[in-house]
């Protein structure tokens, strides 16, 4: 079992739909958790982090269920420039062996 | 403020080739990381530098070695490219590992191809 898993789509949506994204880790020490924003052959990019009680960030809001192990991220009033690849990111510091762990990404494709 | 910064962008390699990758970072960033990204497989890590003078294995170390020359820099070395190493390479940086809070920044990758 991977310790982030994401479905890799792609969600296709119409501009102004609203969309979420699931992602599961494996890890109950996972202490800290993102949402990065892959462009096509680009680098990731940190969207925002995702916190206990949940936060929001415009048109984004990223909720965390540590009972659960999920986090989600839901992308309100979906824009063209919102296409792109959305990156799961788990933090465990553990001994120090890895800090980051990536899920393999979700592609979304926002249509006209 | 470039940020993290890699070269080259592109690179063709034959089988059993050499070849450093470069990153620099200048954000005064203790920690730095390298990850190759293939299709459907995520970022893997490869080797971190946890701070200036040390270094330690990831995820998928086999067939690669790093050096932290300084603060700034944290190279890749292939010593004998082989065609799984094909893949786009990102190298990332933090400014401290055990912060809960803090997050990667990344470079714009390479794109190595091992014929």
């Known amino acids: 079992r991977k310790e982030v898993e994401q479905d890799p789509g792609p969600f296709n949506v119409p501009e102004g739909a609203t969309v979420a994204f699931n992602c599961t880790y494996s890890?109950?020490?996972?202490?800290?958790f993102f949402w990065y924003r892959q462009d096509c052959r680009k680098e990731p990019k940190l969207l925002m982090s995702?916190?206990?009680s949940g936060n929001e960030d415009g048109r984004f809001t990223a909720q965390l269920n540590r009972a659960s192990q999920y986090i989600s991220l839901l992308i309100r009033d979906s824009k063209l420039s919102d296409s792109a690849t959305y990156l799961c990111v788990v933090n465990t510091e553990d001994t120090g062996r890895r800090a980051l762990t990536f899920g393999s990404g979700t592609r979304l494709q926002v249509q006209p | 403020n470039a940020g993290v910064t890699q070269t080259p962008k592109f690179q063709v390699l034959k089988t059993g080739q050499s070849m450093t990758l470069q990153c620099a970072q200048d954000?005064?960033?203790?920690?730095m990381y390298w990850y190759r990204q293939d299709p459907g497989m995520g970022l893997r890590l490869i080797y971190y530098?946890?701070?200036?003078?040390?270094?330690d294995k990831g995820e998928v170390p086999n067939g690669y070695n790093v050096s932290r020359l300084n603060k700034r820099e944290f190279s890749l070395r292939l010593e004998s490219a082989a065609p799984s190493q094909t893949s786009v390479y990102f190298c990332a940086s933090r400014l401290r590992r055990t912060s809960r809070a803090d997050t990667q920044y990344f470079g714009p990758g390479t794109r190595l191809t091992v014929l």
């Open positions: 995702v916190y206990s």
């Open positions: 954000m005064n960033h203790n920690s």
């Open positions: 530098s946890a701070s200036e003078g040390t270094t």
């Open positions: 890890n109950s020490a996972s202490q800290s």
